[in-house]
């Protein structure tokens, strides 16, 4: 099993920056995609940035530019830069992976448990 343990939201004003944190820890053999998704209060989860393991980055339309996805393979870790922030970008960030199975040859996806971001105008 992998675990996914999110650090870094909190209370930041418009136009403000804020760094996500994501670390992956448990019985880890690979790990191939790692991202990002929010939250909005009332809304569905959306995806915000992934990364893959050789680096490869994924954006959503309203991120790029703004946002930033960075991984450290070795670690087992991802962040999330976010500069200028607005009030939509308030939510609930999830950190997401796509990890192999140890017991037999297959991808299984694991959910952090949500760090919350608010950005008051």
């Known amino acids: 099993q992998v675990q996914l343990v999110e650090s870094g939201g909190g209370l930041v004003q418009a136009g403000g920056s804020l760094r996500l944190s994501c670390a992956a820890s448990?019985?880890?053999?690979?790990?191939?995609?790692m991202g990002w998704y929010r939250q909005a209060p009332g809304k569905q989860r959306e995806l915000v940035a992934s990364?893959?393991?050789?680096?490869?980055?994924n954006y959503a339309d309203s991120m790029k530019g703004r946002f930033t996805i960075s991984r450290d393979n070795a670690k087992n870790t991802i962040d999330l830069q976010m500069n200028s922030l607005k009030p939509e970008d308030t939510g609930i960030y999830y950190c997401?992976?796509?990890?192999?199975?140890?017991?037999?040859?297959?991808?299984?996806?694991?959910w952090g448990q949500g760090t919350l971001v608010t950005v008051s105008s």
């Open positions: 997401n992976a796509h990890y192999l199975d140890t017991s037999r040859p297959r991808w299984l996806e694991v």
């Open positions: 990364i893959t393991s050789g680096g490869y980055t």
């Open positions: 448990g019985s880890i053999v690979s790990i191939n995609a």
